[in-house]
C-alpha cells in the first residue's frame, strides 16, 4: 500500500527545519522558487489529505513553523536581541531563510485554499 502516516510525520516535522539548516551553511541561498519547490508536496497534503491529522500536521509543522520560526517576521528575526539567551537567539536567526518572502508563499497558500477542490 501507500506510506503510513509515521513517515509522512516524520518528513512534516524535519522538512522545514532541515531546509533552514542547510541554508544556513550554503553558498548560494535558498531560493523563494526552490522552498516552494521543496514544500509542493506538502501543500497538495494540505489541499487534499484523506486523514485530517496529517492535513493539520502539514499547518502546524510546516506552514506556521516556516511563518513563526524561519520567516523574516518571525518573532526570532524581529526581537532585539537584548536577553540572557542571546547566543540562541543569534543561532536562530541565522537559520532564518531571508530570501523567501512571506508574501509568495502566502499567495500560493492563499491559492491552494481558495481553490474549489481544496478540502475544507
Known sequence: PGLT????????DICVDELAKVNKDAEIPLTEATMLDC???????A??????????????????????????VSPVALSDGAGEEEEDENDAKALILKQVHVGT????????ASDVNTDE
Open 5 to 12: 502516516n509515521g513517515l509522512r510525520y516524520h518528513l512534516i
Open 39 to 45: 514544500l509542493e508536496p506538502f501543500f497538495a497534503l
Open 47 to 72: 489541499q487534499k489529505a484523506v486523514d485530517k491529522n496529517v492535513q493539520k500536521r502539514v499547518m502546524d509543522n510546516v506552514l506556521l513553523k516556516f511563518l513563526n520560526q524561519y520567516s523574516f
Open 105 to 112: 508563499v502566502s499567495k500560493f497558500i492563499f491559492e491552494i
